[in-house]
């Protein structure tokens, strides 16, 4: 009884006020149990036949919104739950049982652990709501309405028969009529079928833990289904042995190779809801360029044979030969490390345990590592000397030179290590003007071979000349001295003989002894053709980077272009790289003698350098 007392009979104002109370009361009711079923998936206008009638005029009378829980959720991971987790990656329970009542099905999920500690989760026998209680109909708009208390102008289900089918289901059920642990998700507040689904449950069989929502989610979601969330659940376990990557070790002194793994996430590890954690590596390239290696993630050590440990993971990448490469990895859970690599941009999705395993894309770890290689074998020592032109058309010119130079050198240096030596001529021209960085003219600049740092930092004070003619370079004198450098080169000793070459980096091919024609002489009467047969002769490799040369014009210019086609066609005999299409990398696999497995291929990345 409400609003003032009131003498007398009732009159028919005072009925129609409550009956239009009343109707206004039953539609707001229906309203809500509409927004609840359909209203973030903008299906509640398909509700709006079987809502009873609201008010005469809409607009004058907006629907009250639904009205805040009434009953207190319980917490989206509470102490319970986290000693549920506890007992059961320590073998202290057997399994877990899950149930939550939703618009569309009962859902009963079970989990336990595998000899790893990681948690499996299954199907566990879940039923739809049209087959466990018929009268609450096939159509899922109306069902979810009926399920959220919505009576409207069509027969509403007896509460009495609802009672009755969910006691005698939850009594009948295999797995929760005998679950020992059973944890009840109860996420969803004002459904009121559903919360009197999940009392009888409270009252047949006690959950041990209830687990309520997490954070707020984006506005127009609805949510994670049952299966997600007892993932996310999971997912919060603690790690029960080590999640290691898994690679190849070289013993530097011997050069086997030997599994190794390295420890990403260590046992006792542990999430909060919704927490990931990322860990960063540094592998190494093995002796191909951009060879494609597999990266598995292990959970456990794995023995000598490949048993004992379970493969998670198994992602390919492509790594540069002999390169560091710093790889980011990111754990979600027991059992679900995934990978990305340094400026991705983000994680991708991490899939749940079961779902990667099912694939059968994981390699056979026995295998794998049956089929490690069983040693690398070094290449033998190598001497490189290289010309460079130092006179240019302009400091640009030049600059390109002295740059792929530097590359060369610091690429060949990560492909060979200690033994490699570097020696290095560079060449201005005769004409003593052209060059004025030092107090006397330079014709040649001298680097004995040796460390690659030393040929670097002579390097750095190397200047460029501007030239005054396009026809020859002083290159035959470079030649010279490069002769001179190797036999006066002290001797490394016991072992096998060195590899040695000599690469020309250039623009203009070298004088001749004696004025031919336009083709001038050498003023020190240097001849390159002997030279160069001296170099092959010792057994030198000798190899050409020339720049492209013009094409051939009538009288002089068709003669001086033939000499110099013909010259670098001789000088390049052994070997040719093009500016601009051979990098300093691809010139540095070229030259560089090859290392190679006693075996098969590597297939999995370094976990230490080579050099």
């Known amino acids: ?41 903008g299906r509640a206008p398909r509700l709006a036949p079987p809502l009873r009638a609201g008010p005469a005029d809409p607009g004058d009378r907006a629907p009250a919104p639904p009205p805040a829980p009434a009953r207190p959720l319980p917490p989206h991971d509470p102490a319970a739950w986290q000693q549920i987790l506890n007992d059961l990656v320590g073998g202290r329970i057997a399994d877990v049982v899950f149930a939550e009542f939703t618009p569309d099905r009962v859902h009963v999920i079970k989990a336990a652990v595998d000899a790893s500690g990681i948690p499996r989760q299954a199907d566990a026998g879940s039923t739809d709501w049209a087959t466990l209680l018929p009268p609450l109909g096939q159509d899922p708009d109306l069902r979810g309405f009926r399920l959220a208390g919505g009576i409207g102008t069509q027969e509403a289900p007896d509460r009495a028969e609802f009672d009755a089918a969910v006691t005698r289901w939850l009594r009948a059920h295999p797995v929760l009529s005998r679950a020992r642990t059973l944890v009840l998700l109860d996420r969803r507040a004002g459904w009121v079928l559903l919360e009197r689904a999940a009392a009888l449950l409270r009252s047949a069989r006690p959950p041990t833990a209830e687990i309520g929502p997490g954070p707020p989610e984006p506005a127009g979601t609805r949510g994670t289904d049952t299966a997600e969330a007892v993932r996310a659940a999971l997912r919060t376990a603690p790690l029960m042995v080590d999640h290691s990557l898994l690679l190849a070790r070289v013993d530097r002194r011997t050069g086997e190779v030997h599994a190794h793994t390295q420890v990403l996430f260590p046992a006792g590890s542990r999430l909060r809801r919704g927490e990931t954690a990322t860990v960063e590596i540094t592998v190494y390239g093995g002796l191909a360029t951009r060879a494609p290696v597999l990266l598995p993630v292990l959970a456990g050590a794995p023995a000598a044979d490949g048993t004992g440990a379970v493969t998670l993971s198994a992602r390919q990448t492509a790594l540069a030969a002999f390169a560091p490469a710093r790889l980011a990895f990111v754990l979600h859970g027991p059992g679900e490390v995934t990978g990305a690599g340094a400026g991705s941009g983000g994680t991708p999705p991490a899939p749940g345990p079961d779902e990667g395993r099912a694939t059968g894309a994981l390699p056979d770890l026995p295998a794998l590592l049956g089929g490690l290689p069983r040693h690398v074998i070094h290449p033998p020592a190598l001497d490189v000397l290289l010309t460079v032109e130092m006179s240019g058309a302009d400091p640009a010119e030049t600059a390109e030179r002295l740059e792929f130079v530097r590359d060369l050198v610091a690429a060949l240096s990560r492909r060979h290590g200690p033994g490699l030596r570097v020696g290095l001529v560079g060449h201005y021209d005769h004409v003593t003007h052209e060059n004025r960085y030092g107090p006397r003219p330079v014709l040649l600049h001298r680097v004995p071979a040796g460390p690659a740092h030393a040929a670097l930092d002579a390097l750095a004070g190397w200047r460029p000349a501007r030239r005054e003619q396009d026809t020859v370079s002083s290159l035959e004198d470079a030649l010279k001295e490069t002769g001179r450098l190797l036999r006066g080169r002290p001797d490394r000793g016991a072992g096998p003989r060195a590899e040695r070459i000599v690469l020309v980096v250039g623009r203009r091919p070298p004088g001749l002894p004696e004025q031919h024609e336009v083709v001038p002489a050498c003023p020190l009467g240097a001849d390159w053709r002997t030279e160069l047969d001296a170099l092959r002769a010792r057994g030198v490799r000798v190899m050409a980077r020339a720049d492209p040369h013009t094409a051939p014009g009538k009288g002089p210019q068709g003669l001086v272009h033939r000499y110099t086609a013909s010259t670098w066609d001789a000088l390049r005999a052994d070997g040719s790289f093009s500016p601009g299409s051979d990098t300093a990398d691809d010139v540095a696999e070229a030259l560089a003698p090859p290392w190679q497995w006693d075996g098969p291929p590597c297939r999995l990345a370094l976990a230490t350098p080579l050099l």
Do not use: F, I, S, V
């Not at 609003?3 to 009711?29: F, K, S, V």
């Open 1 to 41: 009884m409400r609003g003032d007392p009131t003498l007398g009979a009732l009159t028919d104002q005072d009925l129609e006020a409550a009956r239009t109370a009343l109707r206004d009361a039953q539609h707001t009711w229906d309203l809500r149990a509409a927004t609840l079923a359909g209203g973030e998936t």
